[in-house]
């Protein structure tokens, strides 16, 4: 029986939670993307709380840039979560890939975070 590849990257990304676990100080990035938007957020296991989120959907985003589905729009969204996250001092996160692969989109917000100082 063939399954989709979005059964699939729910099946990596349980996979991948069972490790993955942030908190207060060194919360978990998730990311997750669509076919047209990325959103990231800031999540605090422990407390069950989304610290903050940000996405290309965002009025902060679309002010500079309008695009939201390619690899130049997810490193903007990086270098603009990166200043977030240093602006609440968080140095260190924790990054669930959401199942994805580390490639594309995925890989520039990556970069681009770490462009910023955050470490993981």
Known sequence: ????????????HERIRKSIFGNAE?????VYRSGKHIYAQ?????QNKTLFSFSTTTEKFRK??????????????????GA????KGIKKIVFDRGGYKYHGR????AEALRG???EF
Not at 84 to 87: F, G, R, S
Request: hydrophobic share 30%; aromatic share 6%; glycine share 6%.
């Open 42 to 46: 800031a999540v605090d296991d422990y």
């Open 1 to 12: 029986m063939s399954t989709s590849y979005q059964d699939r990257r729910k099946k990596r």
């Open 106 to 109: 995925v890989k520039a917000l």
């Open 64 to 81: 500079v840039s309008s695009r939201g589905c390619n690899v130049e729009s997810a490193k903007k969204l990086g270098e603009l979560f």
């Open 84 to 87: 977030e996250l240093t602006k």
């Open 26 to 30: 060194r919360p978990r990035l998730a």
């Open 116 to 118: 910023t100082g955050v």
